[in-house]
């Protein structure tokens, strides 16, 4: 892993969040044309020297903020809306894509909100066909193969991660800290666990990783089949297959599917709309191992 230097992205990122609460947060009304248009569209990002493309609506990080509660509403919400404008302005395309130090990336079931089920309009509106499939249909290969129970994960440049120091495991140590214990490449996923944990259950930090400078981070833990290496092994692989050839300049959906298929989780249950693994074709452009 590189020298640490201080980033700067934190300071980038916090006015973008408020910017876009301010703008997509669902009204009364719900989610309004305009947001979902939002939603549906893709972000250009850079990570690690690699280009990347996501929609908004799986940007986590971003998006699922709580609102602010400021005493000048109108003038934070013309700035907000200025921010934003300049932010999708830059991720609009890839010639002007901003490099990120640390993306949040959520894969779950888009289309699905108790609060507000208008938002099932962004489903036929994604660009990727991964991002439609799982839009909604929460039994998806996809999020049966991705970290397991909240389906997120952290990508990141190897080069600049002090920004996990701010990010805290289920026993109260820095992920940072346990980022430092690594040795990584893209053959392995690594785990660091927790010292002490409140659980009776061995809760890990594993990395990854992906290509040039750009890791995957994300937490893993012993379960029902799978001990939290093996779970390490098969969740990183899926990641990075995912990010291969699923968020590069161009999807390449018959690989990706025929690559996830392989790595879903032993214990995952069957869904009630078929399973979309039994028309994957078998993959010819990778071995068929795990990491």
């Known amino acids: 892993?590189?020298?640490?230097?201080?980033?700067?992205?934190?300071?980038?990122?916090?006015?973008?969040?408020?910017?876009?609460?301010v703008a997509c947060w669902p009204t009364k009304k719900g989610?309004?044309?305009?947001?979902?248009?939002?939603?549906?569209?893709?972000?250009?990002?850079?990570?690690?020297?690699?280009?990347?493309?996501v929609p908004m609506i799986a940007l986590p990080g971003l998006l699922n903020q709580t609102q602010s509660f400021s005493l000048h509403k109108q003038k934070d919400r013309e700035a907000a809306t200025e921010r934003l404008a300049a932010f999708r302005e830059s991720t609009g395309s890839p010639e002007t894509a901003?490099?990120?130090?640390?993306?949040?990336?959520?894969?779950?079931?888009?289309?699905?909100?108790?609060?507000?089920?208008?938002?099932?309009?962004?489903?036929?509106r994604l660009t990727r066909q991964w991002s439609r499939s799982v839009c909604d249909d929460p039994w998806s290969p996809f999020q049966q193969a991705m970290p397991r129970g909240n389906n997120h994960f952290f990508l990141a440049d190897d080069r600049k991660l002090d920004a996990f120091n701010n990010h805290w495991t289920v026993g109260k140590e820095r992920v940072g800290d346990h980022l430092d214990e690594m040795r990584l490449n893209n053959e392995e996923a690594p785990t660091v666990c927790d010292a002490k944990s409140s659980l009776n259950r061995k809760f890990c930090t594993a990395a990854i990783s992906i290509k040039e400078h750009l890791i995957a981070v994300w937490t893993v833990w012993d379960g029902p089949g799978e001990p939290h290496a093996r779970q390490a092994e098969r969740e990183g692989h899926a990641i990075r297959q995912f990010v291969l050839h699923g968020l590069g300049p161009i999807e390449d959906f018959p690989r990706l599917l025929s690559a996830i298929c392989k790595l879903k989780d032993p214990v995952a249950p069957?869904?009630?709309?078929g399973d979309p693994c039994d028309g994957a074709s078998p993959s010819i452009s990778e071995p068929d191992r795990r990491l």
């Open 31 to 53: 989610y309004s044309d305009a947001d979902i248009t939002f939603l549906a569209s893709d972000a250009h990002v850079v990570v690690g020297d690699v280009p990347l493309t």
């Open 270 to 273: 069957s869904g009630p709309y």
């Open 1 to 21: 892993m590189q020298s640490r230097r201080p980033i700067i992205s934190i300071l980038i990122v916090f006015p973008i969040v408020a910017a876009i609460v």
């Open 98 to 124: 901003p490099t990120i130090d640390t993306l949040e990336i959520s894969l779950r079931t888009y289309g699905w909100n108790d609060f507000d089920i208008s938002i099932i309009r962004v489903c036929s």
